[in-house]
């Protein structure tokens, strides 16, 4: 098995200050979280960004804050923009985030119920979304919140809108998306093309028992604050670095070590971008 290969989602677009006073907002928050999260062990982050109200946004302006804040810190972590945004986003808005020069960018391929709201990824628009990443060079991480999306990313590459090494999400628990369970991780991964990587995100109370399935089974592993807020049941996590912290233990427990950045842009074919 490859070395695992962490992925920190520190903030995300759902989670507010009245859900944990823990969740990093600011640009320099989120910096700091992400450096935390890096020494013990995350190789790439995941990134939202928040307007000086707390709420998400895409604003361009503020993603290139961060992103050049992080390479302060942290100088090869992959970078990692999020396109989804939050539910309410136009395509337009989402896709600014591609303009803060990051190495990697989430392309969710499809629609999916997300609680009460629609996550709006219509074949169209994931078609531009993909079109904008290779034009301008960056790596796409497919969001597969279905097992269907799987087949969707797979048109793309047919089409030839994604080349080159393909890596997928597994976002799995969120209320409208596929379950999170052992079973469905096998179908997600059996669908897979040879030689793809993969990485779970379980969503809630999901988050540890699937990253220890993927450690397992030699996938990779997303934790955060975006995803679950507890380090234990009824216990807040205190920083996004607690919870990559409990991944690189039970990692250890299970005989995995974990990829370093470097090692990280080796598996994913990913050069260092500046
Ligand atoms: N906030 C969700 C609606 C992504 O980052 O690409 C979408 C999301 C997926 O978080
Ligand atoms: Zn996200």
């Known amino acids: 098995m490859d070395e695992l290969i962490i992925t920190v989602a520190v903030c995300g ?46 604003d361009a302006q503020i993603f290139q804050k961060v992103v050049r804040l992080i390479r302060e810190k942290c100088p090869d972590i992959i970078i990692q923009v999020s396109t989804g945004g939050a539910v309410w986003m136009s395509p337009e808005e989402r896709l600014q985030s591609l303009e803060a020069n990051p190495d990697m960018a989430t392309l969710t391929t499809g629609t999916v119920n997300f609680g009460n709201d629609v996550f709006m990824n219509s074949m169209p628009m994931v ?15 497919f969001e597969c919140f279905d097992l269907g999306h799987i087949n969707n990313a797979m048109q793309l590459v047919k ?3 994604v080349e080159g090494h393909l890596h997928f999400d597994f976002v799995m628990g969120v209320p409208g998306g596929i379950a999170a369970n052992a079973r469905n991780l096998v179908a997600m991964v059996d669908s897979l093309p040879a030689g793809a990587t993969w990485t779970v995100a379980g969503i809630g109370k999901y988050e540890f028992p699937m990253a220890a399935m993927a450690i397992a089974m030699g996938g990779n592993v997303r934790v955060g ?9 009824g216990v807040l996590a205190r920083s996004n670095a607690e919870l990559v912290e ?11 070590k ?4 470097q090692r990280a842009r080796e598996i994913l074919d990913l050069g260092l971008k500046r």
């Open 127 to 141: 078609e531009r979304f993909a079109r904008a990443m290779k034009e301008k060079g960056i790596m796409p991480e």
């Open 159 to 161: 089409k030839g809108l």
């Open 13 to 58: 677009a759902e989670v507010t200050r009245n859900d944990t006073p823990y969740i990093p907002i600011t640009p320099e928050e989120i910096a700091q979280q992400t450096y935390e999260a890096y020494l013990v062990g995350a190789s790439i982050v995941h990134l939202h960004v928040r307007d000086e109200n707390g709420n998400p946004t895409q």
């Open 225 to 233: 604050m975006e995803d679950n807020i507890y380090i234990e049941k």
């Open 246 to 256: 409990k991944v690189v233990r039970i990692a250890k427990e299970l005989g995995r």
């Open 258 to 261: 974990i990829a370093s950045p």
